[in-house]
């Protein structure tokens, strides 16, 4: 037996020189459902692998050499580096589902050490990231304690303000960046948009005359649904001034001015008080989990005694794990400084404060069916938000709205909504005695 060869018959891994392809294979077992190539030459997987990866330049190896995982996949990808063909860069849904599928194994030290010999030195030092990228933690922490107003403002601008014309071509119509409601399997986006609106609308008993602060209004969706099917008048607060922007034009486009206001405004500057009902939809993702009692105090103390809250937010599915997700893809390309809990702890920051919960409900089938609906979007508009955004930001975000449907398909994310309301002093809530909306 040749010192190349296993006592399998097959080629020893342990021994043979280590080109890139070997290395997938140690640190794979071999088994790949892709094919691989590289810019050395060397290949693995299946030759008629319907999705393939060809890794073009060694900045592109050092990326994955030194940050693996997601991470650097990403920055390669983003960068140019490597190239992923079979499927659409608008929905790269297929290949989250295959990479999922790999048998990745943390190598044995003496292993990881033959990899690193044979990557080289120059594999080994970080290029600098794309600039998508945000800032590590420890850069931002800098320019601030974390969910400061200042650093609260950069982060949601770097998320919010990519482009307003790019949202629209990935969002549709209702201009709704939070999960839908699917009130049927036939329903479309706009629908399942529409319904999730009502829904909320429903379960603030809202009715002509009454007061709504919308919290993280985005571009306005909820404020405009609630004056004109609601007769309300409503105040919408946003961090993202592309944002308020957006909803400004459009509130007047629709000649609801007398009713309907979105300031461009950190939620804690809001001074009116004694609404009827606060409705916050997708911001508690963005405050800390730490800034939990002042938050929910702030708006409990903006509500009017039996006046209703909905909280509508990203959970994870325990209540066990840190909040804080660092340097991972999700906190350098999409949000960061966000923060994610489970709903029990959510809800027991919600009742900490007085407020007394009355209803709560998980959507999270419904997000994964939104994310996808938004992926097609994406897919159908390629070419329009590439020239908008340009290619690498395009791409983050094709990865992004695939890798979340994935991430709730599968439970690793939840989204609840939590219906709660601010009682009178002698306990009266002003609640029906069953509910009294349409799920």
Known sequence: ???????????????????????????????IPFRFTAYDGSAEGPRDAEIRLHLLTPRGAAYLATAPGTLGMVRAYV????????????????????????????????????????LGPGRLVPPPPPPQEALPDWRRALE??????????????????????????????????TCACYPQ????????????????????????????????????????????HHGVTALGVTLSRAQAQWATERIRAEGLEDQAEVRHLDYRDVQESGFDAISSIGLTEHIGVRNYPFHFAFLRDRLRPGGRMLTHCITRPDNRHTPRVRGGFIDRYIFPDGELTGAGRVI????????????????????????AAWSTNLASHWDDCVAEVGAPTAQVWGLYLAGSRWGFERRQVELHQVLSVRPHRNGRADFPSRPDWQG
């Not at 599928?101 to 044995?108: A, I, L, N, S």
């Open 1 to 31: 037996m040749s010192a190349s060869t296993s006592r399998l018959g097959g080629p020893d891994l342990r021994r043979e020189p280590l080109d890139l392809a070997g290395i997938l294979r140690l640190l794979t077992e071999g088994r």
């Open 79 to 118: 960068a140019g580096d490597l190239v992923v063909r079979g499927v659409h860069p608008g929905d790269p849904y297929p290949l989250i589902r295959t990479l999922a599928e790999v048998p990745w194994r943390r190598p044995e030290p003496r292993v990881l050490a033959r990899v690193l010999r044979a």
């Open 144 to 177: 601030g304690l974390r969910h400061t107003r200042t650093r609260d403002a950069a982060a949601i601008e770097h998320h919010y303000d990519v482009s307003n014309t790019f949202y629209e071509a990935v969002l549709g119509p209702s201009m709704t960046y």
């Open 185 to 228: 399997p036939s329903a479309s986006l706009e629908q399942a948009q529409e319904h999730k609106h009502e829904l909320i609308a429903q379960k603030l008993g809202l009715r002509p005359g009454m007061r709504l602060l919308d919290v993280g209004c985005g571009w306005g969706g909820m404020v405009r649904h609630a004056v004109v």
């Open 348 to 371: 027991t920051a919600i009742q900490d404060v007085g407020l007394e919960v009355r209803h709560e409900e998980n959507l999270r089938e419904h997000y994964a069916r939104t994310l």
